[in-house]
């Protein structure tokens, strides 16, 4: 993608992050230049500490009690305001095409739900700041803190735009798309269907799959274990051809190294537009 685009900036929302690793060079919250390259660029996020922080800045106890007391009260909304700061972040940038390296579907599917929690949490905020807003005000003083209630509500208020715009970019195909990761396995191909039929419930595009690891025994080979996995990831490869008729299916092959450091990322990534021919 960085050879093709201006600039590439790629996110990692995995709370397993493996991008340092991948790159062999830290990765912060922070945009970072990949040694290698002059446009791309890497940045791993953890969303419920950026909402931990925003937490944290609060600027007294009261506030910082409310904050949290109303971050946690709806489950995942932590994750999504989290995921809301980032996302400020990243639209305050210039760059040509943004990654979200996403965790396994269980994850990825929860982060794709974070404009509509945040939805929730937000209506229920607004509710609250009417009923309650006066007397907190009141308590606030009582105590002799200063806790301004309407700095609270505003400042989740304005998470509305950012994250209704997001969901926005979310469901246009010209803006944003899906490219699902399996193997050639039961278990990985179910959870890719899965995957699938919510993004096609959410009105996100998806049309392409990549499937990994993939055994090419030579027949003359006399590895049994080899020749077995073979037989059996080829018929789940042809169920992924028979269900993603539709779909853009890349084949990976499984290699005999890790592909980590720069060069070995470079040349793993041309098999994604130049594909595999397996040995005959």
Known sequence: MAAARESVLLISTDPAHNLSDAFGQKFGKNPTLVNGFDNLFCMEIDPTSSIQEMIESADNSAMNSIMQDLAFAIPGV???????EVMKLVKS??????????????????????????EKALAKVSQLSGRF?????????????????????????????VINEVN?????PDKTTFVCVCISEFLSLYETERLVQE???????THN?????????????????CQVRHKMQQKYLEQIFDLYEDFHITL?????????????????SRLLVEPFQPPK
């Open 252 to 268: 990976l092959p499984l290699l005999t190294h890790e592909v980590r450091g720069v060069d070995k990322l470079k040349t793993f």
């Open 209 to 225: 799959i990549v499937v990994n690891q993939l055994l090419f025994p030579p027949k003359e080979s006399n590895c049994d274990q």
């Open 133 to 161: 807003g006066p007397m907190m005000q009141q308590m606030s003083g009582m105590m002799g803190v200063s806790a301004n209630h309407e700095d609270i509500f505003a400042k989740l208020e304005s998470m509305r735009a």
């Open 168 to 172: 926005q970019q979310f469901q246009d």
């Open 93 to 118: 940038m210039e760059y040509s095409v943004i990654i979200f390296d996403t965790a396994p579907t269980g994850h990825t599917l929860r982060f794709l739900s974070f404009p509509t929690v945040l």
């Open 199 to 205: 993004l096609t419930n959410g009105n996100i595009d």
């Open 78 to 84: 932590d994750e999504a305001m989290g995921f809301a």
